[in-house]
């Protein structure tokens, strides 16, 4: 069963870079399938942030594309995001999750429990 | 402004049938599969349903899904108390970007 766990400050201030590191426990990330973030602003809906291969090909929303790299560490089982030049508007819990590809399509069926990210001097 | 449209409420009382709506366009819905999470306040969400309409273990078969085009629906039936959540639809287009919908907050009265 693979277990996925976000961690990281939950304070950053505006202009700085913010850091996430997404545990995952049950799987290895390098052998195969996606993996990637998603955020959701307090009282908001989801909005996907991006998602690495398990060879390390990456996609971005274009929206956050300037701002945001995702890496994997195959030798500690994690990946990271960061997201610089943060503003308030990157206040939001920040999910993990994997994404594999299966019954014609992609789909993310393993989440972490999410992790408040706060943005603000 | 999300790309994949849902309605930003439903209701229905206890035993009852409902439905929800997601309409994207001919990149996401329309050439690719759609996905639909539960989430339950306060916590992360969850696969309701995969590929338009697969359900994970688990998931009662109580929930169903459909897509015809460049849209997609989300059926409960024999609604409970338990099944008050926000759903969302989700689909990636053809670059492998992922999209949602503004989520749905499901009420039983």
């Known amino acids: 069963q693979v277990q996925l766990q976000e961690s990281g400050p939950g304070l950053v201030k505006p202009s700085e870079t913010l850091s996430l590191t997404c545990s995952v426990s049950g799987f290895s990330i390098g052998s195969r399938y996606y993996w990637g973030w998603i955020r959701q602003p307090p009282g908001k809906g989801l909005e996907w942030i991006g998602t690495?291969?398990?060879?390390?090909?990456?996609y971005y929303n274009p929206s956050l594309k300037s701002r945001v790299t995702i890496s994997l560490d195959t030798s500690k089982n994690q990946f990271s995001l960061k997201m610089s030049s943060v503003t308030a508007a990157d206040t939001a819990v920040y999910y993990c999750?994997?994404?594999?590809?299966?019954?014609?399509?992609?789909?993310?069926?393993?989440w972490g429990q999410g992790a408040l990210v706060t943005v603000s001097s | 402004q999300s790309v994949l449209t849902q309605p930003p409420s439903a209701s229905g009382t206890p035993g009852q049938r409902v439905t929800i709506s997601c309409s994207g366009d001919s990149s996401n819905i329309g050439s690719n599969t759609v996905n639909w999470y539960q989430q339950l306040p306060g916590t992360a969400p969850k696969l309701l349903i995969y590929s338009n309409d697969q359900r994970p273990s688990g998931v009662p078969d109580r929930f169903s899904g459909s897509k015809s085009g460049t849209s997609a629906s989300l059926a409960i039936s024999g609604l409970q108390s338990e099944d008050e959540a926000d759903y969302y639809c989700a689909a990636w287009d053809d670059r492998l970007n992922g999209r949602f919908g503004g989520g749905t907050k499901l009420t039983v009265l």
């Open positions: 999750a994997r994404t594999i590809y299966g019954s014609g399509g992609y789909f993310s069926d393993s």
């Open positions: 690495i291969s398990q060879s390390g090909t990456t």
